[in-house]
């Protein structure tokens, strides 16, 4: 059996393909659906930006295999290959399902696996580095958003239905996580809370630091 350095780290990137009325559905009736696009776009570049900064390997997790690109992944595509990023595509029906197997594949490989989502630009570096040193102690560890779910995810150690029956995209999705994670009888960590990118006050606040 292959033997896993344990303070190695893979840190992954989750994106959806940026497809006009498919990403950021909440800032369309504000941004039109090209402009919520863009902001997707720029969100993931933002987040991508932030995770390379940390100095752990990163690898970019579209949300399913596409035979082409659109032509709006364009910049994001250029720059994955100008930081030398690895891609592929989540595996799953559901994102409980995809980011179990997510980190359930760089476990193989690695001694620890974060996930962070490509609308989390107040993961920074420093949060990462944070949310890594938390899994000497802890099994996985949680980086709450201010909305109830989570900004981040990471594990060293997994149970195979830890994520099942999450109410994803809802203000109970980090206590059910706490309570299945506690129910599979894995240890975790909380992180302090940070905020991610759904409704439009979260844009004029991501838009507000980054021309700050």
């Known amino acids: 059996m292959q033997r896993v350095d344990p303070e190695s780290v893979l840190v992954m990137q989750f994106a959806k393909w940026p497809e006009a009325g498919r990403v950021k559905t909440r800032l369309m009736p504000e941004l039109g659906a090209e402009g919520a696009m863009g902001a997707h776009v720029r969100l993931s570049l933002a987040v ?51 980011m179990t ?24 570096a420093d949060y990462v580095k944070l949310a890594v040193a938390a899994l000497d102690k802890a099994d996985v560890v949680l980086g709450p958003s201010d909305d109830g779910g989570y900004v981040l995810i990471g594990a060293r150690l997994l ?47 991501f838009i507000g630091q980054s021309s700050g």
Request: proline fraction near 6%; glycine fraction near 8%; charged fraction near 25%.
């Open 48 to 98: 991508l930006e932030n995770l390379v900064a940390s100095g752990y390997d990163v690898r970019f997790l579209w949300d399913r295999p596409l035979k082409s690109a659109p032509a709006a992944a364009s910049p994001i595509l250029e720059q994955l290959e100008a930081l030398a990023v690895g891609q592929s595509s989540q595996q799953g029906d559901v994102l409980g399902e995809r």
């Open 159 to 205: 149970a195979p239905d830890m994520l099942t029956g999450v109410a994803w995209g809802t203000e109970n999705a980090l206590d059910q996580t706490c309570r299945r994670l506690t129910q599979a009888g894995l240890t975790f960590s909380l992180l302090p809370e940070k905020w991610d990118v759904d409704e439009p006050e979260d844009w004029h606040r």
């Open 101 to 124: 197997r997510a980190l359930g594949c760089a476990l193989q490989q690695v001694g620890k696996a974060v996930i962070v989502g490509s609308d989390c630009p107040s993961v920074d």
